[in-house]
């Protein structure tokens, strides 16, 4: 068993309480954390400072997903929670569902309701 930080707030100083996870992800946390690390600070739709790396395919429906490059991209708080929450908003997102559909036709198909 490895142990996470579950979070940390800078401005209050906080800590949040440690958790088990297993090794498997930890793994998979310590890749996804190499891969945000080599981000662009650039929200990818504005160009505002980026808050939120995003995944383009969510883990929860696309797990096999979770750790590629390709599916991790940098957005303002504001784009992510539309990318997440709009699907009318995803859909005019085309430089995006490109880069989907490059990797996985059928998933950007599905995901973007194309």
């Known amino acids: 068993m490895a142990y996470t930080l579950c979070g940390y707030q800078p401005n209050l100083q ?3 309480i440690m958790r088990k996870i297993s090794k498997k992800q930890a793994k998979l946390n310590r890749e996804v954390d190499r891969i945000k690390r080599n981000l662009s600070p650039y929200c990818c739709i504005c160009g505002r400072e980026s808050v939120d790396p995003a995944h383009l395919l969510p883990r ?3 797990p096999e997903y979770y750790t590629e490059e390709w599916n991790i991209v940098p957005m303002c708080r504001e784009h992510h929670n539309l990318y997440d929450g709009n699907l009318e908003f995803r859909k ?3 430089d995006l569902i490109e880069i989907v ?3 996985d036709e059928q998933a950007a198909n599905r995901h973007f309701k194309l």
Do not use: D, E, K
Request: proline share 0%.
């Open 60 to 62: 929860s429906t696309y």
């Open 101 to 103: 559909r490059q990797h």
């Open 14 to 16: 906080t800590f949040y």
């Open 92 to 94: 005019t997102c085309t």
